[in-house]
């Protein structure tokens, strides 16, 4: 017996020798190994206390039984009691690699900032009643002071259908049968986020949820992209970000209007204007942090440029060459390209196999760098055009997969993202709201890090889901794996600054404050939670 159980632990350590995080688990100072023991006693006691299948919680299919890593939407609330959440919230994460700046600030924030703003109108195409609050979308549109209205309501019977009302009006005067101004709150909010009845009931496809999640942003849109909500919308997104322990971010926008709203209500500010605001927000706060002697707890920012994957040939060339006048203007700031939108329903990457050639023909004429960071394999699907797509990031030479989900399916791609240091940009409460898996002991995770291939833990389009930061992703995964120890929260942290778009020395220095602020943490662990 005591020769097979040998042979059983050498098999073990065999099968998980490839996984990233097995040297670092293997180099653990003797401070990180306490933490570690810390780590796993919590989490076995509230599987124990919490997560044991007696307690019971209200879902859309009626009460269920809690474990670790379940739907995020029906455990959030459980989660952010937890004594694990509260002590991965003081951790050090690294860097974000994969977020839509549309979708990374609070809905209640983004609403305050709108109502800030007498130039904001809102309209419905209908008057706002108890039988279509849940299904009359709001429109945003910042108007130019010579068209502003003073029309009083959304609710009243003589409501003019898609007629502008002035957003502070519209929420003052929301119909107190329907809740009044926190009403109107609930109404704009909804429209804005994914709610468990609908990613667990009504909209429990993949198909259906992103009918869901692409109306967020078309809501959104109107009031994003107006200048004066943009520029305190990036301030909000990097002070939260460096609130959760975020150093770093690589946000993802959405170049496909060529204009954005100016504060006088005409649509008129060139994407250039756009990456100056941002770099002026950006540079605010990490001068205010330096003030404060807190330089290590952000190192920066570069930015990620966007445009939808249904856009014709022609319009793609045009964003592209766009993309390379960007880089060159803000070297420092453009870290790469990608497309974003529903792979399963728009346009698959071999589609646009040709300007994306050309694009890095282009890039060696000009003397500049902008890596493919593509969207791939985001879908459930086994062959499938979204499936496909993570053969053709490859050969395109995408720096890192976004998301990824269904190259677990494909050893050979594995391999060589193993071989050729190709991170995946994992998302995982993401994933599961999006359902792609029901929960998180079904996602892949496991199989893609135990087959070597690094991931850096992302949190997409948090504002929609309600997890923002990354500790919600940090927890989910950690809680469902007893695999998972701090070497591998430690790996993910590592990860996202290895394969950032960062240069060799801005990386020295990301990784030099992280190893600081990773001491002040372990030391936190250590003293307070022994």
Same mark, same amino acid.
């Given at each position: 017996m005591e020769s097979y159980l040998k042979n059983r632990e050498e098999l073990i350590l065999q099968d998980r020798a490839l996984r990233p995080d097995h040297a670092s688990a293997r180099s653990l100072s003797a401070d990180e190994l306490k933490a570690d023991q810390i780590l796993r006693r919590i989490r076995k006691h509230e599987h124990h206390t919490i997560w044991n299948g007696q307690r019971q919680v209200m879902h859309i299919h009626g009460p269920q039984q809690m474990f670790p890593g379940m739907e995020f939407l029906t455990a959030r609330e459980t989660i952010v009691r937890t004594k694990l959440f509260e002590l991965l919230l003081q951790m050090p994460k690294g860097g974000l690699l994969h977020a839509h700046l549309d979708a990374t600030v609070r809905t209640d924030i983004l609403l305050r900032l709108a109502l800030d703003q007498p130039a904001l109108h809102i309209r419905a195409s209908a008057p706002i009643t108890k039988g279509n609050l849940r299904t009359v979308l709001p429109e945003f549109r910042a108007l130019p002071e010579v068209e502003w209205t003073t029309h009083a309501s959304l609710t009243a019977a003589l409501y003019s259908p898609n007629s502008w009302v002035p957003i502070k009006n519209a929420r003052d005067s929301f119909q107190a049968e329907l809740g009044g101004p926190g009403g109107f709150d609930r109404w704009v909010?909804?429209?804005?986020?994914?709610?468990?009845s609908e990613a667990y009931g009504t909209h429990n496809t993949t198909a259906k949820i992103w009918e869901k999640f692409q109306s967020i942003f078309t809501?959104?849109?109107?009031l994003i992209r107006f200048a004066p909500l943009w520029t305190r919308w990036i301030r909000e997104f990097l002070l939260s970000s460096i609130e959760d322990g975020i150093s770093y971010v690589e946000p993802r926008i959405l170049f496909l209007k060529k204009y954005m709203v100016d504060e006088d209500g005409k649509e008129d500010i060139p994407h250039r204007a756009w990456l100056q605001m941002y770099e002026r927000v950006l540079n605010e706060v990490k001068d205010e942090l330096k003030e404060q002697g807190r330089e290590d707890e952000f190192i920066g920012s570069k930015i990620i440029y966007t445009t939808i994957r249904n856009v014709s040939l022609e319009q793609l060339e045009w964003h592209l060459e766009d993309c390379l006048a960007l880089k060159q203007e803000f070297p420092h700031l453009v870290a790469g390209f990608d497309l974003v939108g529903h792979e399963d329903s728009l346009t698959p990457l071999i589609e646009y196999a040709k300007p994306f050639l050309k694009f890095v023909e282009r890039q060696k004429e000009l003397g500049v760098d902008v890596p493919f960071l593509f969207? &791939?394999? @985001?879908?459930?699907?086994?062959g499938g055009p979204a499936d496909l797509n993570l053969y053709d990031a490859i050969l395109l030479g995408s720096k890192r997969i976004g998301h990824g989900f269904s190259i677990h399916k494909h050893p050979k791609l594995m391999e060589i993202c193993r071989e050729k240091g190709i991170c995946i940009e994992m998302c995982p409460i993401s994933n599961e709201v999006l359902r792609l898996t029901g929960s998180m002991p079904m996602h892949p995770l496991p199989a893609i890090i135990n087959q070597g291939v690094h991931v850096a833990l992302c949190?997409?389009?948090?504002?929609?889901f309600g997890n923002m930061g990354l500790s919600f992703d940090f927890?989910?995964?950690?809680? &469902?794996? @007893?695999?998972n120890d701090l070497s591998t929260l430690r790996q993910f942290v590592w990860d996202s600054i290895q394969y950032s778009c960062l240069d060799d020395v801005e990386k020295q220095h990301a990784f030099a404050a992280l190893e600081r602020r990773w001491a002040k943490f372990i030391k936190r662990i250590v003293d307070n939670y022994s």
């Open positions: 909010i909804d429209a804005l986020m994914i709610n468990p809501v959104s849109d109107g969207h &791939a394999g @985001e879908t459930i699907t086994d949190s997409d389009d948090p504002s929609a927890f989910q995964v950690f809680v &469902a794996s @007893e695999v």
